[in-house]
């Protein structure tokens, strides 16, 4: 099969395109023919080892990905052969992803595939969808609470968004950099936009909330926005942080405890069976109704490896990238 894949650690051009055994699925697991392949920050971020070093000799990237079931291994039943699948955490303490035609995992990370629902656009489910229903389903949920969503141009902004508009929040904030990226978060539901470029993000929280804060913030970056979260928050609220920007997030102690704000924080590969199980579920059910709103802003072969995790670095695009398998 054809696969990209790295030997060690760094830039895109340690981005290799190849010939590689087809993988056999073992006991318990199926045999992915890839049509789309996901590429997400953690990608690039996991192949520089700025998060973690090489956990092995040789790795194909990638968490994500959508295709058809070819095969099956002993245990697993053959009526799923043929099978539309999205595929979550594909690369998550394993060496092999989704960047080659082919992918043998856990019958239970391949998930069926709606009808509707293309497979590029099932390459985006895996971490970016499940990171936002998690932050907005977690702790009590946002139904007629306030909701604070940072980065809401950004692949998990987008879909938190739509999560909690269809999860019943009473108000949605986004942030944003730019007007492009405004109307994106709007046209996903949200209530308003503020330019954290141009604007006093708590001030203009509070001047959009009547004063009283948000009950809960998707949070992008609590490295960056730590210090300034107890200015905009209710008191109780919960702030579901799955990322930073550097590895130390600071909170102000007094101001922060005396509104009793939660931070809750996640990985998305590590949620635990029953937490999973109720992401993908609600996640399914609103894909078959047609409810979810995707946002493929590039597609590239997967010869181009190297360029999608350049561009994603760069942040060049408003939305989800995705390589053709």
Known sequence: MRAVWYERNGGSEVLTLGEMPTPEPGPGEVLVRLAASGVNPSDWKTRRGSTRPMAFPRVIPHSDGAGVIEAVGEGVARGRIGERVWIWNGQWKRPFGTAAEYIALPAAQAVPLPEGTSFEEGACLGIPALTALHAVATDGGVT?????????????????????????????????????????????????TINYRREEVPARVMELTGGRGVDRVVEVDLAGNGPMLHRLCAYGA????????????????????????????????????????????????????????????????????????????????IGNVVLAC
């Open 144 to 192: 007629g609470r306030r909701v604070l969503v940072t980065g809401g141009a950004g692949a998990v902004g987008h879909y938190a968004i739509q999560f909690a508009r269809l999860l019943g929040a009473a108000q949605i904030l986004a942030t944003v950099s730019g007007e492009a990226k405004a109307a994106h978060a709007m046209a996903a539901g949200a209530d308003a």
């Open 238 to 317: 919960v702030v579901a942080g799955y990322g930073s920007n550097t590895q130390e997030a600071v909170f102000p102690f007094s101001p922060t405890i005396q509104k009793g704000i939660a931070v809750r924080f996640f990985i998305v590969y590590e949620l635990d069976a029953a937490q999973r199980a109720a992401a993908i579920g609600a996640l399914q059910a609103w894909l078959a109704r047609g409810l979810v709103r995707h946002a493929v802003a590039a597609r590239l072969p997967l010869a181009e490896c190297a360029r999608a995790h350049d561009e994603v670095e760069q942040g060049r695009h």
